[in-house]
Each structure stands twice: as C-alpha cells, then as structure tokens.
C-alpha cells in the first residue's frame, strides 16, 4: 500500500511540475503584425523630406548640369558644351553610381522616379582628350 501511495505522489508531483511549467510558457507576437484588427505594421510615410521642386546647378567649364529634385523623381541633366571633345561623366545619387560618355553638343538625362529620399547628388565629368568629334 505504502508502494501504491508513493507511485500516486510521484505521479502527482510530475503532473504539478508539468502544468506549472506550461503555465510560464507566453506566447509572443511577430512584430510584423498588431493585435486587434490583423493589420501589418507599415512604415510612417517620412520617406519624402522635400518641399515643391528643388532646382540645383553643378555646371562647371563645358559641362552643364542641372538636378531638379522633387518627392516624386530626381532628374540629372548633363551638357556637354564642348565644340571638338566628349565628356566621360560619373553621376553618383544616393547608393547609385553611373557612367556617361556624352558626345560634343550632346546631352544626357538620368531620371530616378517613384518617391524618392532627397539624396546628395555628385557629378564630375572629364574631357576625352584622346578623342575627337
């Protein structure tokens, strides 16, 4: 008997520890979604920092170049004003890097649509000396 009730407190001891160790087991939601309506969490709409149309002149020597930016497109307009070379340029926006090779007379636009952060626009363009019209 004494046999019986030992086996019955094991047991029961078990079955305690089991139900207590259940009970400290919360469940956690995904950060991607809220309570209540199911919804997904969507970024505050802070991505658009300017105001109108933002007109910018890099022109240097034979080079024109004008960025206009705005929340919806960043445009850069490239001018090569040299008369007998082309201009190799480089246009860096945000993470973005491009090449151009403009002929003389030429130019060259770079459009960046949809709503865009206003990023810092470089420029720099050298003439092709080795080469000619």
Same mark, same amino acid.
């Given at each position: 008997m004494i046999e019986i009730a030992s086996?019955?407190?094991?047991?029961?001891?078990?079955?305690?520890?089991?139900?207590l160790a259940t009970a400290c087991v919360?469940?956690?939601?995904?950060?991607?979604?809220?309570?209540? %309506? !199911?919804?997904?969490?969507?970024?505050?709409?802070?991505? +658009?920092?300017?105001?109108?149309?933002?007109? /910018?002149? @890099?022109? %240097? !020597?034979?080079?024109k170049a004008t960025i206009t930016q705005? +929340?919806?497109?960043?445009?850069?307009?490239? /001018?090569? @004003?040299? %008369?007998?070379?082309?201009?190799?340029?480089?246009?860096?926006?945000?993470?973005?890097?491009?090449?151009?090779?403009?002929?003389?007379?030429?130019?060259?636009?770079?459009?960046?649509?949809?709503?865009?952060?206003?990023?810092?626009?470089?420029?720099?363009?050298?003439?092709?000396?080795?080469?000619?019209?």
């Amino acid at each position: 008997m004494i046999e019986i009730a030992s086996k019955f407190s094991r047991l029961t001891l078990i079955t305690i520890a089991s139900v207590l160790a259940t009970a400290c087991v919360a469940i956690v939601p995904t950060p991607s979604k809220t309570e209540g %309506d !199911g919804s997904q969490n969507i970024p505050p709409a802070t991505l +658009c920092n300017i105001e109108g149309k933002q007109v /910018q002149d @890099l022109s %240097d !020597g034979t080079t024109k170049a004008t960025i206009t930016q705005s +929340c919806e497109e960043t445009v850069v307009l490239i /001018q090569n @004003l040299h %008369d007998k070379h082309p201009k190799r340029c480089r246009v860096s926006t945000g993470k973005n890097i491009t090449e151009l090779y403009i002929m003389p007379g030429e130019s060259r636009t770079l459009t960046q649509t949809g709503p865009v952060e206003r990023d810092a626009v470089q420029l720099g363009c050298v003439n092709d000396w080795n080469r000619t019209k």
